[in-house]
């Protein structure tokens, strides 16, 4: 017996309506801020991602789904959205139509991560990107969108957590406090941040082991360290949050797990749940990767949050969700004559858009009512030998258990009311 490999799961039927209330909310949010929907490929040149996300990040390291097709071409399943819509966004010469453009998708990502709770190996996105503009005024609006996301899902008890990790103009001094103040500690790091101080600093603050975190509670602060153009940013984007209303912590260890990312950082979290694969999603500002992937210098900030994790915080709250419409009329007939007659009823239903479904095999009444039931028919039309020769139908409410004699038009004209 085959299983779904490790880290993905099947989306039942009874866990649709939960995609389906995320997939309208959605929707709806886009619609209103004016964001538009893109897809891109599953899979892109492996190039595009280690420039963009990193080398030295332990997506590139260690998580990416990469293999050479028969082509011989390098390419790997995308393991995030943001780089394939700047890779869109250049291609298609978007810089041509009004900036900022507004982006978004729903899309399945790849990462060869450890499977636990909220954290899968195929696990989709809502992400959504605004292109072309550095206006701090873009960053609170893509932080506000998040935040009514979870607010509109019905979602209560998070924390927003902001940060800003500076420029390429400044972000090397910063980095430069940082070693000093980690090579000091040297010998109190773990085996990854000993080998991070080396390659990529910046990632010792992302460092989720006991022994170093108190180390990163001290280190010095990228805030601290902004030039003056990121500190205004940074006080802009801070003030636009607060005519917004909303509510923001100040994380100077958030600097998130992807290399792109410059002056805003933020995630939003579930109050009192720490840990990775706890953060309900999470964004911001990416200035260099457009000009890191290839093209001319563009600015951009975004944001993704994982659609199961939303789903996983939905049911623990005990969101309550709209169901999915019910199904509809049941056909059911006693005899093979009846059976072509409800044959051509059914077509007939669905030809005037009314959903049927046609009792299978040849089950007694009785098993053929249970069927209905099971699969939540809110009506039944039944043909037997006495409907046949009479020309007639039983039109049965199997919410209510009655039922009645009728013509199969006037159920056809009951059925569209
Ligand atoms: P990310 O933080 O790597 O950012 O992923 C965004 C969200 O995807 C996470 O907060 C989480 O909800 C979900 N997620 C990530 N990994 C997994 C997993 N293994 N299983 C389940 N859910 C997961 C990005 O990917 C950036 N592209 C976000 C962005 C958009 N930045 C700017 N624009």
């Given at each position: 017996?085959?299983?779904?490999?490790?880290?993905?799961?099947?989306?039942?039927?009874?866990?649709?309506?939960?995609?389906?209330?995320?997939?309208?909310?959605?929707?709806?949010?886009?619609?209103?801020?004016?964001?538009?929907?893109?897809?891109?490929?599953?899979?892109?040149?492996?190039?595009?991602?280690?420039?963009?996300?990193?080398?030295?990040?332990?997506?590139?390291?260690?998580?990416?789904?990469?293999?050479?097709?028969?082509?011989?071409?390098?390419?790997?399943?995308?393991?995030?959205?943001?780089?394939?819509?700047?890779?869109?966004?250049?291609?298609?010469?978007?810089?041509?139509?009004?900036?900022?453009?507004?982006?978004?998708?729903?899309?399945?990502?790849?990462?060869?991560?450890?499977?636990?709770?909220?954290?899968?190996?195929?696990?989709?996105?809502?992400?959504?990107?605004?292109?072309?503009?550095?206006?701090?005024?873009?960053?609170?609006?893509?932080?506000?969108?998040?935040?009514?996301?979870?607010?509109?899902?019905?979602?209560?008890?998070?924390?927003?957590?902001?940060?800003?990790i500076g420029c390429r103009n400044c972000r090397p001094q910063y980095l430069k406090c940082l070693e000093e103040?980690?090579?000091?500690?040297?010998?109190?790091?773990?085996?990854?941040?000993?080998?991070?101080?080396?390659?990529?600093t910046?990632?010792?603050?992302?460092?989720?082991?006991?022994?170093?975190?108190?180390?990163?509670?001290?280190?010095p602060?990228s805030?601290d360290s902004l030039c003056?153009?990121c500190?205004?940013?940074?006080?802009?984007?801070?003030?636009?949050?607060?005519?917004?209303?909303?509510?923001?912590?100040?994380?100077?260890?958030?600097?998130?797990?992807?290399?792109?990312?410059?002056?805003?950082?933020?995630?939003?979290?579930?109050?009192?749940?720490?840990?990775?694969?706890?953060?309900?999603?999470?964004?911001?500002?990416?200035?260099?990767?457009?000009?890191?992937?290839?093209?001319?210098?563009?600015?951009?900030?975004?944001?993704?949050?994982?659609?199961?994790?939303?789903?996983?915080?939905?049911?623990?709250?005990?969101?309550?969700?709209?169901?999915?419409?019910?199904?509809?009329?049941?056909?059911?007939?006693?005899?093979?004559?009846?059976?072509?007659?409800?044959?051509?009823?059914?077509?007939?239903?669905?030809?005037?858009?009314?959903?049927?479904?046609?009792?299978?095999?040849?089950?007694?009444?009785?098993?053929?009512?249970?069927?209905?039931?099971?699969?939540?028919?809110?009506?039944?039309?039944?043909?037997?030998?006495?409907?046949?020769?009479?020309?007639?139908?039983?039109?049965?409410?199997?919410?209510?258990?009655?039922?009645?004699?009728?013509?199969?038009?006037?159920?056809?004209?009951?059925?569209?009311?």
């Amino acid at each position: 017996m085959y299983q779904a490999p490790r880290g993905t799961s099947d989306i039942l039927p009874h866990d649709q309506a939960y995609w389906r209330y995320i997939e309208e909310t959605v929707a709806d949010i886009c619609r209103l801020y004016g964001y538009q929907r893109i897809d891109t490929p599953v899979f892109e040149d492996s190039g595009l991602f280690v420039r963009s996300i990193g080398e030295d990040t332990d997506i590139v390291e260690k998580e990416m789904y990469s293999f050479n097709d028969h082509g011989g071409d390098l390419l790997t399943l995308r393991p995030e959205g943001t780089a394939p819509v700047c890779r869109a966004y250049l291609e298609h010469g978007m810089h041509n139509l009004p900036q900022p453009v507004r982006l978004y998708y729903i899309t399945p990502i790849f990462r060869y991560e450890r499977p636990q709770a909220g954290r899968f190996r195929q696990h989709w996105q809502f992400g959504f990107e605004g292109l072309g503009s550095s206006d701090p005024a873009l960053d609170a609006e893509v932080i506000e969108m998040a935040c009514v996301l979870y607010r509109r899902l019905g979602l209560r008890d998070t924390v927003l957590k902001l940060n800003s990790i500076g420029c390429r103009n400044c972000r090397p001094q910063y980095l430069k406090c940082l070693e000093e103040y980690y090579s000091k500690k040297i010998d109190l790091l773990c085996p990854d941040c000993k080998r991070r101080l080396e390659r990529n600093t910046l990632r010792l603050l992302d460092c989720k082991q006991e022994s170093c975190m108190p180390l990163t509670e001290q280190a010095p602060k990228s805030s601290d360290s902004l030039c003056a153009e990121c500190q205004d940013h940074f006080d802009f984007l801070k003030k636009y949050l607060v005519i917004f209303d909303l509510e923001f912590d100040l994380d100077h260890r958030l600097v998130r797990g992807l290399d792109y990312y410059t002056r805003t950082v933020f995630e939003i979290q579930p109050l009192g749940e720490k840990g990775a694969q706890t953060t309900l999603g999470g964004g911001g500002r990416y200035d260099d990767l457009m000009e890191e992937i290839g093209g001319r210098p563009t600015p951009g900030v975004g944001f993704a949050t994982g659609i199961e994790r939303m789903i996983l915080n939905i049911k623990r709250q005990g969101i309550v969700v709209p169901p999915l419409p019910q199904p509809t009329t049941f056909v059911a007939f006693l005899g093979q004559e009846a059976k072509d007659k409800a044959v051509g009823y059914v077509a007939q239903m669905r030809r005037e858009g009314i959903g049927a479904i046609l009792a299978s095999g040849n089950r007694s009444l009785k098993a053929q009512l249970r069927h209905a039931n099971a699969l939540g028919a809110t009506s039944a039309i039944i043909i037997g030998e006495d409907e046949l020769r009479d020309g007639m139908i039983v039109w049965r409410d199997m919410t209510r258990s009655e039922q009645q004699r009728l013509s199969f038009e006037d159920a056809l004209k009951r059925l569209k009311k």
